[in-house]
């Protein structure tokens, strides 16, 4: 198997060009294994829990930039608040609600994205295309000043269909020019981001146009317990 460090060349060299960067998913690894993607030059960082977040937080290096990609209870935002780099994973408004005010009871404008719901699968979180139109016209939204919608997230089906796959990456695509068009003049979107593509996938992703891949066991290898 190769290491940590070589994976991570392999990973960089393939998106040397393009528009595209890489969220190094470490959920479930040890601090070891994180500092030695840290020490191969890699500083962003994916986790799905709460306590591991801020627990690696604590433990490794402050200038790593820490990515929440996981589902995000309310209740939790509050661990969080003070040092997360972006949540890729607001899934309503009432967390978008609690991450305005955490962000502003930190004096921190956090950066997030708006996770959508792509898949053809029952157990993906996510706004609708409507869902997240009524969202961003509220006047509540345009009230959220300690809140930046930098970009949108989804995942497509766990199929081996390529073609759905490829689709539905595409329509998130789309979507996210629609938004572009529609609302980057508010004064907190400022949309930049597609989140799109795990170890399976990222290769449709980035012929679709993602600008971030989120990429766990192709780096650091296979997980061992169902902790997806
Ligand atoms: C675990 C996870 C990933 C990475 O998955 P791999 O298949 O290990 O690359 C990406 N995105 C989300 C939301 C995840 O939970």
């Known amino acids: 198997m190769s290491s940590?460090?070589?994976?991570?060349a392999?990973?960089?060299?393939?998106?040397?060009?393009?528009?595209?960067?890489l969220c190094a998913v470490s959920k479930t690894k040890p601090i070891e294994m994180l500092q030695e993607a840290y020490d191969a030059g890699q500083?962003?960082?994916?986790e799905n829990k709460v306590q591991e977040?801020?627990?690696?937080?604590?433990?490794?290096?402050?200038?790593?930039?820490?990515?929440?990609?996981?589902?995000?209870?309310?209740?939790?935002v509050k661990y969080?608040?003070?040092f997360i780099s972006l949540i890729h994973s607001i899934d309503s408004p009432r967390l978008l609600n609690e991450v305005q005010k955490r962000a502003a009871q930190n004096d921190r404008v956090i950066n997030c994205l708006l996770q959508i719901y792509i898949a053809n699968e029952e157990t993906k979180f996510g706004f609708?295309?409507?869902e997240v139109t009524d969202l961003l016209q509220s006047d509540t939204f345009k009230t959220m000043k300690s809140i930046k919608i930098v970009g949108v997230m989804g995942m497509a089906t766990n199929t081996t269909n390529k073609e759905q796959v490829r689709k539905e990456f595409a329509s998130l695509k789309v979507l996210f020019d629609d938004l572009k068009?529609?609302?980057?003049t508010l004064e907190n979107v400022d949309l930049k981001e597609i989140s799109m593509g795990m170890s399976g996938d990222y290769k449709i992703a980035i012929e679709e146009g993602s600008t971030m891949v989120r990429v766990g066991s192709a780096i650091f290898g296979a997980r061992n317990y169902g902790n997806v």
């Open 43 to 46: 500083r962003i960082l994916g």
């Open 4 to 8: 940590i460090s070589e994976n991570l």
């Open 80 to 82: 969080i608040a003070p």
């Open 181 to 184: 068009n529609q609302f980057n």
């Open 10 to 21: 392999t990973f960089n060299k393939e998106l040397e060009g393009t528009a595209c960067h």
């Open 128 to 130: 609708s295309k409507d």
């Open 53 to 76: 977040l801020v627990d690696k937080n604590d433990a490794l290096p402050k200038d790593i930039q820490w990515h929440m990609i996981g589902h995000l209870q309310r209740n939790k």
